[in-house]
């Protein structure tokens, strides 16, 4: 029955028919609000993306029920580990990732469970960690640089592990994963009825408990010799405020505010290349 309605509501493209679905059952509006997050959409390839992934040392990793795809570029003295967000790829960090090599880096990365080239499959934000984790458990990085959910996620696997790095480069950072509930119940126009549901819902099906999910405390557990959180301030998909928040929790961390870069677009914007060149 809850497929029949997730294929209507997909056809129908009409926030109001999960509106009406709420007024009959808050649960079954959660769920189909869980079924939105844990199905990530496959954006289309810039065309330096597509390059930057041909060139790179291509293997997979087992990870659950997913074979991960993992990349690597160079063979530096030093190690780069990228971590790209939610419905993003290893290549989106195709701007950066030449700047790195050309300052001695091996660069590494991966695509997360149901992104890029990795298995397709019903997957969560709470994989990813899981997977970062893994990852970090492999060898010795001297950056690490992440991206929107992506950063987030990546400080709750440190947390996991109370990692101890280098330097760490952060661009857009949120805080509260709670706040992402808000948003996509904010999308669908629904209620509190629905956000309880939600919770409780993520809750049962993951094992983790979502209002305890903060960067600005996974933070106080992460040691790094250097960390930089970047945050254009007219950010329409993260309030600035948020990274704000999680550096001003973090020892030995700097925060830079921006200006026109967006936030997808600061991935390939030539003023954050030149930051993060001239801070690795």
């Not at 795809?69 to 580990?81: C, D, Q, S």
């Not at 933070?219 to 990274?243: C, G, M, Y």
Request: hydrophobic share 40%.
């Amino acid at each position: 029955m809850l497929h029949k309605y997730l294929s209507t509501l997909e056809n129908m493209k009409q926030k109001k028919y999960i509106k009406l679905l709420e007024s009959i059952s808050p649960k079954l509006t959660a769920r189909i609000a869980f079924h939105f997050i844990s199905n990530p959409k496959i954006k289309k390839f810039r065309s330096f993306e597509k390059a930057i992934e041909l060139e790179a040392k291509k293997s997979t990793m087992q990870f659950k029920k997913f074979s991960i795809a993992m990349y690597e570029w160079g063979e530096g003295e030093k190690t780069a580990l990228l971590v790209h967000g939610w419905e993003g790829r290893a290549s989106n960090f195709g701007a950066i990732i030449p700047r790195l090599l050309k300052k001695g880096y091996k660069v590494i990365s991966f695509d997360a469970p149901s992104h890029g080239n990795s298995t397709k499959r019903k997957t969560s934000f709470f994989d990813i960690p899981e997977l970062i984790e893994v990852i970090l458990k492999k060898e010795t990085y001297n950056l690490i640089i992440t991206h929107s959910i992506g950063s987030v996620l990546t400080l709750m696997a440190m947390n996991a592990i109370k990692y101890k790095g280098n330097i760490l480069i952060q661009c857009t950072t949120p805080d509260k994963f709670e706040d992402y509930i808000e948003d996509t119940i904010r999308y669908f126009g629904l209620t509190n009825k629905t956000k309880n549901a939600f919770i409780s819902l993520i809750r049962n099906t993951t094992g983790h408990e979502p209002l305890a999910m903060q960067a600005s405390v996974f933070v106080k557990n992460i040691s790094f010799n250097q960390a930089l959180f970047l945050h254009d301030k007219n950010d329409r998909i993260i309030n600035v405020e948020s990274s704000k928040k999680v550096s001003s929790k973090m020892e030995n961390a700097k925060f830079m505010e921006l200006e026109s870069t967006g936030h997808f677009k600061m991935l390939w914007s030539e003023k954050v290349l030149d930051i993060i060149e001239g801070h690795v």
